[in-house]
């Protein structure tokens, strides 16, 4: 990689880790000479660790956690001249106080970027909604965001240098960000060459790993795979859920079809993971917004035709083969932290 910048900058990752993107992508840049660290106020359960964490999670009350939040947020102001805040938080603010200290941070002259992730800026119940509409209930559509994300958002439009979204489905509510999308540490996930259970049972085991059911569609899921076995053919579904982050590539490695989400269409961090380990995957995606990535190898997976889908899989492994090759192919290409980091440091440079 070409480094974009000769100047070390002094960037902040802030406040909610998701997933460990802060961190790997913090690494990345600290491996490039830059003076980078990632600060989450509240600790995840997946078992991803950052340089810094308040533990906001773990206080009693309001008090408590302004007492932690407050000198930090001095300390940070002081030490760094790039924020790059994460969930649609920043550092400081509550109630009719949100976002306070980002008229403080741009005063100071420091570079304000937000990237946003999806239920930030996404009420849950819309996805709720989305369920029930693909379950055939005859149901009202919701607003997509709630007030509260709405008052957020037009704090964000006002004091930040550049919004962000990880998913070209985000340019719904925030037409105007960047798509940065997810990055992947491409020297962990790769394949260890170990083949997939099958190739001594003849299962065929398709992973699902929602972090959320109502989320990802999960009973659609189990549905669709239920049905493949009760038409004869050999499959196990495996649900890999509250499972810590350093366990779950052996489990998919043993699988040899991946499942994402089925519902609000583009992919996630789980099919970065299996494309960049080899294995085909199915997820829905929005025929709206595929021009922004046209190459994407991911097999369509809406509820209505997810069976007929796996069942193709199943029953070709030349075609799972191929899709995994252009996976890994992909994801080098789009998702790999390094390529990630280029994309941020021009984002940066172009705020100055």
Same mark, same amino acid.
């Given at each position: 990689?070409?480094?974009?910048?000769? +100047?070390?900058?002094? !960037?902040?990752?802030?406040?909610?880790?998701?997933?460990g993107q802060m961190q790997l992508m913090v690494e990345e840049l600290r491996r490039r000479g830059h003076f980078a660290?990632?600060?989450?106020?509240?600790?995840?359960?997946? &078992?991803?660790?950052?340089?810094?964490?308040?533990?906001?999670?773990?206080?009693?009350?309001?008090?408590?956690?302004?007492?932690?939040?407050?000198?930090? $947020?001095?300390?940070?102001?002081?030490?760094?001249?790039?924020?790059?805040?994460?969930? &649609?938080?920043?550092?400081?603010?509550?109630?009719?106080?949100?976002? !306070?200290?980002?008229?403080?941070?741009?005063?100071?002259?420091?570079?304000?970027?937000?990237?946003?992730?999806?239920?930030?800026?996404?009420?849950?119940?819309?996805?709720?909604?989305?369920?029930?509409?693909?379950?055939?209930?005859?149901?009202?559509?919701?607003?997509?965001?709630?007030?509260?994300?709405?008052?957020?958002?037009?704090?964000?439009?006002?004091?930040a240098d550049r919004m962000l979204i990880s998913e070209p489905d985000l340019f719904r509510v925030v037409p105007e960000?960047?798509?940065?999308?997810?990055?992947?540490?491409?020297?962990?996930?790769?394949?260890?060459?170990?083949?997939?259970?099958?190739?001594?049972?003849?299962?065929?085991?398709?992973?699902?790993?929602?972090?959320?059911?109502?989320?990802?569609? $999960?009973?659609?899921?189990?549905?669709?795979?239920?049905?493949?076995?009760?038409?004869?053919?050999?499959?196990?579904?495996?649900?890999?859920?509250?499972?810590?982050?350093?366990?779950?590539?052996?489990?998919?490695?043993?699988?040899?079809?991946?499942?994402?989400?089925?519902?609000?269409?583009?992919?996630?961090?789980?099919?970065?993971?299996?494309?960049?380990?080899?294995?085909?995957?199915?997820?829905?995606?929005?025929?709206?917004?595929?021009?922004?990535?046209?190459?994407?190898?991911?097999?369509? &997976?809406?509820?209505?035709?997810?069976?007929?889908?796996?069942?193709?899989?199943?029953?070709?492994?030349?075609?799972?083969?191929?899709?995994?090759?252009?996976?890994?192919?992909?994801?080098? +290409?789009?998702?790999?932290?390094?390529?990630?980091?280029?994309?941020?440091?021009?984002?940066?440079?172009?705020?100055?």
């Open positions: 990689m070409t480094e974009l910048t000769t +100047k070390p900058l002094r !960037i902040l990752f802030a406040p909610h880790e998701i997933g660290t990632a600060a989450s106020y509240t600790q995840e359960w997946f &078992g991803h660790v950052n340089d810094v964490n308040l533990n906001l999670n773990m206080l009693k009350n309001n008090y408590q956690k302004h007492a932690r939040t407050i000198p930090f $947020t001095i300390w940070a102001a002081q030490n760094y001249d790039i924020f790059h805040f994460f969930w &649609g938080e920043s550092l400081f603010g509550f109630g009719p106080f949100m976002h !306070i200290d980002l008229p403080i941070l741009k005063n100071m002259g420091k570079k304000i970027f937000v990237h946003f992730r999806g239920l930030d800026v996404i009420d849950l119940k819309y996805f709720d909604y989305l369920r029930s509409k693909t379950a055939g209930d005859d149901i009202d559509e919701p607003p997509i965001s709630r007030p509260e994300q709405l008052k957020s958002l037009a704090k964000w439009r006002k004091y960000a960047e798509l940065v999308q997810q990055a992947v540490g491409l020297d962990y996930w790769q394949s260890s060459g170990k083949p997939p259970r099958s190739t001594r049972d003849g299962i065929i085991r398709i992973a699902h790993a929602p972090s959320m059911r109502r989320k990802k569609g $999960t009973e659609f899921v189990v549905k669709s795979v239920a049905e493949l076995k009760e038409m004869g053919y050999p499959v196990e579904l495996v649900l890999i859920e509250k499972v810590p982050y350093n366990e779950v590539k052996d489990l998919y490695e043993m699988c040899d079809i991946g499942v994402d989400q089925v519902l609000y269409g583009w992919d996630g961090k789980t099919s970065i993971e299996l494309m960049a380990l080899g294995k085909p995957v199915v997820c829905y995606i929005n025929p709206e917004w595929l021009h922004f990535r046209p190459e994407l190898p991911v097999q369509y &997976g809406y509820p209505i035709q997810l069976t007929r889908t796996l069942a193709r899989l199943v029953a070709d492994a030349d075609l799972r083969n191929k899709l995994g090759s252009q996976g890994i192919a992909y994801v080098k +290409k789009n998702h790999d932290v390094r390529v990630v980091i280029d994309q941020c440091l021009k984002l940066y440079q172009s705020a100055e």
